[in-house]
């Protein structure tokens, strides 16, 4: 029998943003001790810690000293030294997720190679070590315009990635490794987040949907349960159990996908940690998914993953044209409205587009929900005055 | 336009127990800054908090001192200096709920003869000064057994209350002011919480019912919605909200109460403080209490109150016989079962009835969570090993 619970066990966390505040919560919720790492002083995560280190995640010695002192390490961020994991897990240190995992996602062009090795459906891709290669490959015409570009490094948030339409484009993009994916024409962008325990227990998330903005290719909604067919969320929920599977992941697993014209799920990309596209789960899941991470590293049984009722989240991003100490503005309007929750970071300054906080819409009649969300977004700004 | 968000603000909390704690969860999802005051260096909330104090809740210069050093003052416990809160409002502070509630409810003859005075109907009861004035009552037959003694200071959790069924008991009971209550045969046993904000707005909760095991006298579950009828359950709201309004009452305010046999509702007692009948709505509710409690002490607009699913809340008292680091045998077993989510409220020492967490049942089917309930009951012991 394990003994997590008030006892003198310690739960080592790499990053103490905004989804280690979040993972903190449930901690203090199971009273499970944690240290926590992360270079900034003012980390959002600070203040729920039992243990705060300020320190640098990509630093070798500082993340194995930081692993050595806790009985179980977990990270809410891809950027950590991987070399580190693997000389903790070499130890015999429980490292949730594995090194392993992280391996094969930090590099864009080995995931979408596993991807392929694993015979998961993912857009057709080509991978080229340089720069130079790529420039190549286009102007022989190997590559045929319009493609994606992605830098097989580094990129998060949409950054790291081109739609290239003429090569003209070509001089715009950095050095480095890369890969040409094809473009495909999609009717959803959707999500599924999968929980994995080390017993091999898994529980998938209902499908979640990205709705864009009509004319800027942004993500506005992120809307539960996704609105298609439910043969087509089988598919996705089933698919996305099979990439967890075949990472032999332990935790949780966001993975993101395009279904088709016709209804194909191809997987775009994964992340192994709790997900922007999974904030909803705090407001309207059985468990959510800060909870449901703890459980899976924990090899504790996997909560019931249902929703309570619909969802819909809007992201709180910093206005452009406003840099400095941050104003809500409408905060109180949004607060008016019913099943409205605004969860707000914490961090002082705001700048263009950066994440500042996300506001969760719940109602039993998701259209019902997805009006009100539209209400929350026209009203609510992030700005500073 | 108000700026509690991200800005200089700071809340005061009297009180860093459990109730503090996740009241101090809330504190972080709208980026309050908090300090909190507790005799304990242990305390639950010690860890969420901005900082922490430790001091004397109940001395009159330690309590001014914290109010002065903040722009809001709130607490998560009756038990406090009421002078310096008194003062502090003198002195223009904002301190929510007001003294003059904590006044009329820290003793419960006070309370009694408000309820008497704004026509809140409540059982028929008769005050004594001292207990030489309430034996000799007894003695003369102005009061007939069996009848309810109530303490009318000092009393928690059942302590400071007797069911007086003969005069050999006189001798058990402790000097000082008391109250005789006529022991009022009743169905159920009720709850409801309402939450009113300095400009007036006023939410109650759905009523919950207490379901007490059927031969000893306790508590074993907690029902949300209670299984009474429309009209009755209508009828307890509409009292709650009167009760809040009575007292001019800011913060939530957990009203128990009696339903009689001919279906009267009676007002048993108070707590102007979220309260243990509300835990429910962490898991259930649009808005939990304690998100309301924050809502309406910053004047923010109140949050929708009803539920998303049927709920249950078992509490975890230490088992009888142990005493010592704690064990939550079987939780594992508990976190299994669909809907069960446990709080562990971080206690390292249990004793006999000590409170040490409480688990959430929920479903849509209330019938089903009760079943569940009932497993989770009878796995679940907090001991000592």
Chains 1, 2 share one sequence.
């Not at 979408?112 to 057709?124: L, V, W």
């Not at 004319?215 to 969320?233: G, H, K």
């Not at 009649?365 to 700004?381: F, N, P, Q, T, Y």
């Amino acid at each position: 029998m394990v003994h997590y619970f008030s006892s003198n066990f310690k739960l080592g966390i790499l990053g103490g943003g905004q989804l280690g505040k979040m993972l903190l919560y449930e901690t203090r919720k199971f009273d499970i001790s944690t240290v926590v790492l992360d270079p900034s002083p003012q980390a959002p995560a600070k203040l729920a810690a039992n243990t705060f280190r300020e320190g640098d995640l990509m630093d070798y010695n500082t993340v194995l000293a930081l692993g050595r002192e806790v009985d179980l390490l977990t990270f809410e961020i891809e950027a950590v030294n991987v070399e580190a994991l693997k000389q903790l897990e070499k130890e015999g240190k429980k490292v949730y997720p594995s090194y392993q995992t992280l391996e094969k996602i930090q590099d864009k062009a080995v995931q979408k190679q596993f991807f392929e090795d694993h015979g998961i459906p993912t857009s057709p891709f080509k991978i080229f070590s340089t720069k130079k290669e790529f420039e190549a490959a286009v102007e022989k015409g190997d590559i045929s315009l319009p493609i994606v570009w992605k830098s097989a490094t580094g990129g998060y948030d949409g950054r790291g990635v081109s739609i290239l339409k003429s090569q003209d484009q070509l001089k715009e993009l950095p050095e480095g490794k890369c890969i040409a994916e094809n473009l495909v024409p999609f009717k959803n962008e959707l999500a599924v987040i999968v929980a994995r325990s080390p017993k091999g227990e898994v529980k998938s998330y209902p499908v979640v949907e990205m709705e864009f903005h009509p004319t800027a290719n942004q993500v506005e909604y992120v809307l539960c349960p996704a609105r298609i067919d439910d043969e087509v969320a089988a598919k996705a929920r089933k698919l996305a159990e099979k990439v967890s599977q075949a990472f032999e992941h332990v935790g949780l697993l966001a993975v993101e996908m395009f279904q088709t014209k016709d209804d194909e799920i191809l997987i775009n990309e994964v992340a192994p940690r709790p997900h922007n596209s999974g904030h909803y789960s705090i407001e309207a899941s059985y468990t959510n998914q800060f909870e449901q991470h703890l459980r899976a590293i924990l090899d504790l049984p996997l909560g019931e993953t249902k929703s309570k009722t619909g969802a819909i989240m809007v992201n709180l991003a910093g206005e452009e044209g406003h840099t400095g100490p941050v104003t809500y503005k409408n905060i109180e309007e949004i607060m008016k409205l019913p099943g409205v929750t605004p969860h707000v970071y914490g961090k002082k300054e705001t700048r263009p587009f950066r994440k500042m906080g996300h506001v969760t819409i719940i109602h039993e009649d998701l259209a019902k929900a997805r009006e009100i969300a539209g209400r929350v977004k026209e009203s609510i700004k992030v700005i500073s005055e």
